[in-house]
């Protein structure tokens, strides 16, 4: 009875002929190495599900270069690996109800191999993703390590929907040689432009002698230093000559002088200044 169930409200044990109904195809195959099992509600819910769960898939860095020798050309190939893909996609797929696993066994015979991979995506309602291909004898251990992490990368991308690496667009060619794995670096940050250098602060006007003594003595204010400064460059007044007015109306040298004797000064030099008018 491959082809059909027996109904099970019929009573098998009557003597009429027991009808049969036509059971729902358990397996869609979508080529060589990749078919979905279960029956068509089990797989609506699977698609539904993986929907969903692609919606929430973290972001996949391509935190690998390789580099590739072809007959093209020579260039370097960016990738995620196997953990980076399986990391940003386990959240979401756990999330709605949905598993990965990967299976090794000793290939079908009459298949040029000796190993097959089989990954499968799983869900909760009975159905499954299923990719397999068989895998190419190697010589060594190490290299059939090499061999399944490669092959699981590729069957994981196709079943969860994921990009690993960057399309080269048909830059490398059969037979292409990997010359060596790296983790990728990321592109080094641009030095910041450099500050442009400070403007000189714009140089101090000479205060002359009567500003520098006063202020130094710090008995004058800036406002009366800088009057009788003005006044005295106006009147082409030089340092003795400015000492020997001081002396004469205020009694004292300018580095003494106080508010109150630097405006008897003042009044005198603005007298000056009028009469020479």
């Known amino acids: 009875m491959t082809d059909h169930d027996i109904d099970p409200t019929i009573d098998t ?118 990719a397999s291909e068989v895998l190419a004898p190697v010589n060594k251990p190490q290299d059939r390590g090499i061999q399944i992490t490669y092959k699981r990368r590729y069957q994981t991308g196709a079943i969860t929907g994921t990009a690993s690496e960057t399309d080269d667009d048909g830059g490398s060619s059969p037979g292409a040689e990997v010359q060596a794995l790296q983790d990728r670096k990321p592109a080094p940050k641009a030095a910041p432009a450099p500050l442009p250098a400070p403007k000189p602060a714009p140089a101090p006007k000479e205060p002359g002698p009567i500003a520098s003594a006063s202020a130094h003595a710090g008995a004058l204010s800036d406002a009366t230093a800088m009057a009788l400064r003005d006044l005295y460059a106006s009147m082409d007044y030089r340092g003795p000559a400015i000492i020997a007015h001081t002396m004469k109306f205020a009694n004292c040298q300018p580095k003494a002088l106080t508010e109150e004797t630097a405006a008897l000064v003042l009044a005198a030099l603005q007298a000056e200044k009028a009469e020479l008018g």
Request: charged share 20%; aromatic share 6%.
């Open 13 to 130: 044990t009557a003597d009429e002929p027991i009808p049969y109904v036509p059971r729902e195809p358990s397996v869609l195959r979508l080529g060589k190495g990749l078919a979905i099992h279960g029956t068509p509600a089990q797989r609506t819910a699977l698609f539904a599900a993986l929907a969903r769960a692609q919606g929430a898939y973290l972001p996949i860095h391509k935190t690998k270069t390789v580099k590739v020798r072809g007959e093209k050309a020579s260039y370097d190939h960016d990738y995620a690996p196997l953990d980076e893909v399986i990391a940003k996609t386990r959240p979401a797929l756990a999330a709605n109800g949905c598993a990965l696993l990967s299976v090794l066994e000793d290939a079908p015979e009459g298949t040029e191999g000796d190993a097959a991979l089989h990954t499968l995506l799983t869900h909760e309602g009975g159905a499954f993703i299923h």
